[in-house]
């Protein structure tokens, strides 16, 4: 299993960036796909997941209504929508696959398959 993100980058305060996440030996369809992001120094940090079963859709407080995840089943890849990025989302972004309850969507740990991380830059 390979979980591929891509698209991250430099981007000013206010700015938009499409995070892509390409998965080869694995069904996006048929796992929850996550993203998760991470500072150095602090925990990783729960940004969005879309759920296997009938596809519903949940946000980090922090990231709702600015942030979207999709998912593009013939392409098996997961996408996340970052609007109106501020100074403080600057990290690592990674991609996770898993089948966790509802109640651990939030749980890194829980998640069995990890990207290897993009880096967002976000200039103030």
């Known amino acids: 299993v390979q979980l591929q993100a891509s698209g991250g980058g430099l981007v000013q305060a206010g700015g938009s960036l499409r995070l892509s996440c390409a998965a080869s030996g694995l069904t996006v369809s048929n796992y929850d796909m996550a993203w998760f992001r991470q500072d150095p120094g602090k925990e990783r940090e729960f940004v969005a997941v879309?759920?296997?079963?009938?596809?519903?859709?949940y946000y980090g407080d922090s990231v709702q209504g600015r942030f979207t995840i999709s998912r593009d089943n013939a392409e098996n890849t997961v996408f996340l929508q970052m609007n109106n990025l501020r100074s403080e989302e600057t990290a690592v972004y990674y991609c996770?696959?898993?089948?966790?309850?509802?109640?651990?969507?939030?749980?890194?740990?829980?998640?069995?398959?990890w990207g290897q991380g993009t880096q967002v830059t976000v200039s103030s």
């Open positions: 879309v759920r296997w079963s009938g596809g519903r859709k």
């Open positions: 996770a696959a898993g089948r966790p309850p509802l109640s651990a969507i939030r749980t890194p740990t829980i998640y069995r398959y």
